[in-house]
């Protein structure tokens, strides 16, 4: 039927049907964020064709017969209904910005709206039920209405920023404008518009960058990590298969690979920090990650506790092999091993595996790696692991023989428990650290992409606009954004893509007069400096207490109690003494839960 539109709308033009390829560049920059995609999946790269406003994610165009073209916008009730008639095919009604929320969800009355999100819309629609579902039916299709669905999500609230910079401008961002008008004047282009992806937005650059932040805040008061994991789904669960409806796979239902991975996290989470199955662990920092390869994974920075640290080969070797175990010996962790901790085949036996660096004559990785008869633990290099030669074990695979010198170290208590992939690696230099840190907040998956175009309808050429420069992060992130069906999933069933195990307040470092003030562009001008006059933070609520509390002045910013807690100190006339013990000072940090006290690090 479109094909017929498009064909009828073409030779209307006098032109010729566009042919459209769109091709992964292998040759990326980042392979971390721009690989190419693993698995064969449903996925959207958000695009800003013109190089200017970012459009919206979803446009639906209707043909009435006889008519010119309509465009229906995402808010239309019937956009999604339209574009999913197979879902629908009762009729009714899409998500309405206006829908209001049942009265059974506002007993509770402590929300701000009384609206229905479009987030809380797609929760509804994928929600398991007794009834029969045509949407958790639709296989790939289901992947796209999810893909669909959360890329209109996200378009919402990046227009939400974007039509709320008035809400978002301050007065800290004077080093923003002031690099921008010296790149205008080297330029010699006028300035153009400036937008600003707040630090709040799940996945901008300010957020990510806050969160590396976050995480060597952590690492300054807690030490480096001792520990990286990553631990991986696996869609052969029992959870995952018992649940999938009659002739369905696992990457048919991205809801319910999100559902049970969550569960299995949470209580891979209580192994690790409570029960302590790798150690006393002090802290910690999680994101979950997804890379193209259809399935979600967790990677973890783990700080021990003092007694708790690797420092021998032989605490080494308690926790964490690198070996084929014995099939008589241990039979499970045998078959667990050979079937999810096994590299590759790479190299010499398959130059076109993922791993191979660019000319494709080595691993990235360094597989196949060599025998070692006990675990060397060097400074500044990674440890090397015991991988005996005396102790033969083999598999096959791609007609391979593979022994130990193939294996990803592992835990084997965690590998039995768990049957998936789990790497356990263990973090000896300094020099890593930093690098584990950034590898671990590197952000969203991105795609840099080839567009080929041939038999285009010819355009004519249009007056080219002036040349101006623009700062827009929205744009920026957008431009090459990959969006894969388990990713949506996840996200709009609302679990988190990262976690760490203290909360950190970021604390006000500003010169005289240059703090924080937030205000609307249409606001008095007398209204702005009066709220900035009376406006406290954090750095001048101490000097505040140093003016009036001599023994203030005797406690360096390093060890200084808890700036929140300083401003009300001021207010009510306490003094350093007096209240809860608590630290801070750029980065403090305290306990998510149950703690009393903050620590905290500079």
């Given at each position: ?7 009828e709308f073409v030779?209307?033009?006098?032109g ?12 990326a920059?980042?392979?971390?964020r721009f ?5 064969n999946?449903?996925?959207a ?12 994610p979803?446009?639906?165009m ?9 465009e229906?916008?995402?808010?239309n009730p ?13 009729g009714g009604f ?9 009265e059974?969800?506002?007993?509770n009355?402590?929300?701000r ?7 809380e819309?797609?929760a509804f629609l ?5 009834d029969f579902?045509?949407i958790?039916?639709g ?5 796209q209405?999810?893909v ?5 999500v ?18 800290s961002?004077l080093?923003?404008?002031?690099y921008?008008?010296?790149q205008s ?6 300035r153009?518009k400036t ?5 709040s937005f799940?996945?901008g ?11 060597m805040?952590?690492v ?6 001792d520990l990286?994991v990553?631990?991986t789904?696996?869609?052969?669960w029992?959870?995952i298969?018992d649940?999938?409806k009659?002739g369905?796979a696992?990457?048919d239902?991205?809801?319910?690979v999100?559902k049970?991975?969550?569960l299995k996290?949470?209580?891979?989470m ?7 199955v790798?150690?006393?662990?002090t802290?910690y920092?999680?994101?979950v990650?997804f890379q193209?390869?259809?399935l979600p994974?967790?990677r ?5 506790r003092e007694?708790?640290?690797l ?5 080494v ?7 084929i175990p ?6 499970r962790?045998?078959?667990i091993v ?8 790479c190299?010499?036996h ?8 660019k000319?494709k004559?080595?691993c990235a990785?360094k ?8 675990t060397?633990l060097e ?6 692991y015991?991988?005996?030669e005396?102790?033969p074990?083999f598999?096959?695979?791609n007609?391979?023989?593979m022994?130990?010198?193939w294996v ?6 965690l590998?039995?428990?768990?049957n ?7 973090c000896t230099?300094?020099?890593?650290v930093k690098?584990?840190f ?14 080929i175009e041939t038999?285009a309808v010819?355009?004519q050429?249009?007056?080219q606009?002036p ?7 929205i744009k920026n992130?957008?431009d090459a954004?990959?969006v894969?069906?388990p990713?949506a999933?996840?996200r ?8 760490k195990?203290?909360?950190?307040e ?11 003030v937030?205000?609307r ?9 009066q ?7 954090t750095?001048?609520a101490?000097f505040?207490?140093n003016?009036?509390d001599p023994e203030?002045r005797?406690?360096?910013?390093v ?8 401003i009300r100190?001021?207010?009510s006339g306490r003094s ?8 801070g ?10 703690d009393?006290?903050?620590?905290c690090c500079?």
């Amino acid at each position: 039927m479109m094909f017929e539109v498009e064909q009828e709308f073409v030779d209307a033009n006098n032109g010729a049907v566009p042919r459209i390829r769109l091709l992964f560049n292998t040759e990326a920059p980042d392979q971390n964020r721009f690989n190419v995609p693993r698995v064969n999946e449903v996925a959207a790269v958000f695009v800003s064709p013109d190089g200017n406003d970012t459009p919206p994610p979803s446009r639906l165009m209707m043909h009435p017969r006889g008519m010119a073209l309509r465009e229906l916008e995402i808010t239309n009730p019937f956009c999604t209904p339209m574009s999913y008639p197979l879902f629908f095919a009762n009729g009714g009604f899409g998500w309405d910005p206006q829908g209001q929320l049942d009265e059974t969800e506002m007993v509770n009355e402590s929300r701000r709206r009384n609206r229905i999100s479009l987030l809380e819309y797609y929760a509804f629609l994928i929600a398991e039920r007794r009834d029969f579902s045509p949407i958790l039916h639709g296989g790939r299709l289901f992947q796209q209405f999810l893909v669909d669905g959360f890329v209109k999500v996200e378009q919402e609230r990046l227009e939400w920023q974007r039509q709320n910079q008035d809400t978002l401008r301050a007065d800290s961002y004077l080093g923003l404008h002031d690099y921008l008008d010296r790149q205008s004047e080297l330029q010699g282009v006028p300035r153009g518009k400036t937008v600003i992806l707040a630090s709040s937005f799940n996945g901008g650059d300010r957020y990510f960058t806050q969160a590396y932040q976050d995480a060597m805040a952590i690492v300054r008061e807690f030490g480096t990590p001792d520990l990286f994991v990553t631990f991986t789904c696996n869609p052969a669960w029992r959870e995952i298969v018992d649940n999938l409806k009659p002739g369905q796979a696992a990457n048919d239902r991205p809801d319910l690979v999100a559902k049970v991975f969550k569960l299995k996290m949470n209580e891979f989470m209580d192994d690790i920090c409570k029960k302590g199955v790798l150690g006393k662990v002090t802290a910690y920092v999680k994101v979950v990650e997804f890379q193209k390869r259809g399935l979600p994974h967790i990677r973890m920075l783990l700080m021990l506790r003092e007694e708790d640290k690797l420092r021998t080969p032989e605490q080494v070797d308690s926790l964490v092999w690198a070996e084929i175990p014995d099939p008589t010996e241990f039979p499970r962790l045998h078959e667990i091993v050979t079937r999810h901790m096994m590299h590759g085949p790479c190299g010499n036996h398959n130059s076109r595996s993922p791993c191979m660096e660019k000319l494709k004559t080595k691993c990235a990785k360094k597989y196949p790696m060599g025998y070692s008869e006990e675990t060397v633990l060097e400074e500044a290099q990674k440890p090397r692991y015991r991988r005996r030669e005396s102790a033969p074990h083999f598999v096959g695979r791609n007609g391979v023989r593979m022994d130990s010198k193939w294996v990803v170290p592992y835990n084997p208590y965690l590998l039995t428990k768990y049957n998936a992939h789990i790497n356990v690696e263990v973090c000896t230099s300094i020099k890593c650290v930093k690098y584990l840190f950034k590898y671990v907040y590197k952000g969203h998956d991105k795609a840099n992409l080839f567009v080929i175009e041939t038999n285009a309808v010819e355009q004519q050429p249009q007056q080219q606009a002036p040349v101006v420069l623009d700062h827009d992060e929205i744009k920026n992130y957008t431009d090459a954004r990959y969006v894969g069906a388990p990713e949506a999933a996840w996200r709009i069933l609302k679990y988190d893509m990262q976690d760490k195990s203290h909360h950190v307040e970021r604390l006000a470092v500003h010169l005289e007069g240059e703090q924080l003030v937030y205000f609307r562009e249409n606001d008095d001008d007398e209204r702005v400096i009066q709220r900035a006059q009376e406006a406290e933070t954090t750095l001048t609520a101490w000097f505040e207490l140093n003016r009036v509390d001599p023994e203030a002045r005797q406690i360096v910013t390093v060890i200084f109690p808890s700036f929140t807690l300083g401003i009300r100190r001021i207010r009510s006339g306490r003094s350093v003494k007096e209240g809860m013990r608590s630290e801070g000072c750029i980065r403090s940090l305290r306990r998510s839960k149950n703690d009393t006290d903050s620590d905290c690090c500079c």
